[in-house]
């Protein structure tokens, strides 16, 4: 049977294998470093809808059908489709989905989704309870800043802790037989807020999260980042790395070596002009299911703990003057 470690982490008995994945990224997502990873560059943003929030759900459904010509499976192969996104009711996973006829559970953990949806995927085929699964999210830069800001059209100015949400989608297909890189360790993140109130710095309040989720993992698993080729967080972005890396010497832990950020990762942080990096849900999906995951395949990397941040708070909330909200879920893949 799976195995409760400490109070946060379970040791999967069954280990789902991820045998399929897909990343579908917009125009300035594909111009950056990891341009050849993806497995689909949109010219139009839009990707010919007539509202930016059922283009995001149009790139997700694209992002399932790749990954399900990927593994030559069929719709109907799929016992559930695990999803969520940023906008109000997670309208983008919805409309986008709305087709597929598989069993459907949302999800919402902001930017932290594709790691929340890969725990409660490994936990449902680990438990015998299904098959096949596919976890996926997205977000779009456009949706979101209409969501959380203005409409583009109001032209306001970014500071320079401020992040660039990702418009992208990433999905992986896990099964309870393969070969492929599996994931073996589940550790569930606890609502932190150490009362940081601007929006413009997520990096700052989701470090803390971070931080206390891959702590957890260390000490309920007794693996330390010894046992890792790589410690990959999702999006904390270039300052909230920093953050991340000085607390975590405090728990005596020196991850500065083996750690990474999708929102360092998938923009050319200098000449894109993002400021502090990338951000959204989609961010962390098409960098793990293009970029990372095809490093596991090639054997760059055996061993990663991949730990995604999610900031819990909404506009209204904010303008209510409360504080941020974070989460952040790991998950260890293994080839």
Known sequence: MNRKLGKQTIGLKICPYIISRASVVGQKEGEGPLKDSFDMIVSDDKMGQISWDLAEGAFQKTAVEIALKKANLKNSDIDYILSGDLQNQCAATHYGLRETNIPFLGLYGACS??????????????????????????????????????????????????????????????????????????????????????????????????????????????????????????DLGVLGSEILCDLIKNDGYDISKKHNDCGKMLYNIEEQDVHSGGSGCGCCASVLCGHILSELEKGKYKKILVAATGALMNPLTVLQGESIPTISHAVSISI
């Open 113 to 234: 989704t594709m790691i929340e949806g890969l725990s409660v995927a490994s936990m449902l085929i680990s438990g015998d309870y299904a098959e096949r699964v596919i976890a996926l999210t997205s977000s779009h830069f456009c949706s979101a800043e209409k969501q959380y800001r203005n409409p583009l059209e109001y032209g306001g100015q970014r500071t320079p802790t401020a992040q660039w949400t990702a418009t992208a989608s990433g999905a992986v297909i896990l099964s309870n037989a393969g070969n492929g890189p599996k994931v073996t360790h589940i550790t569930t993140g606890k609502i932190i807020d150490k009362g940081i109130c601007d929006v413009s710095n997520m990096g700052a309040a989701m470090a803390p999260a971070a931080l206390d989720t891959i702590v957890a993992h260390f000490n309920d698993t007794g693996l330390t980042p010894d046992d890792y080729d790589l410690i990959l967080t999702g």
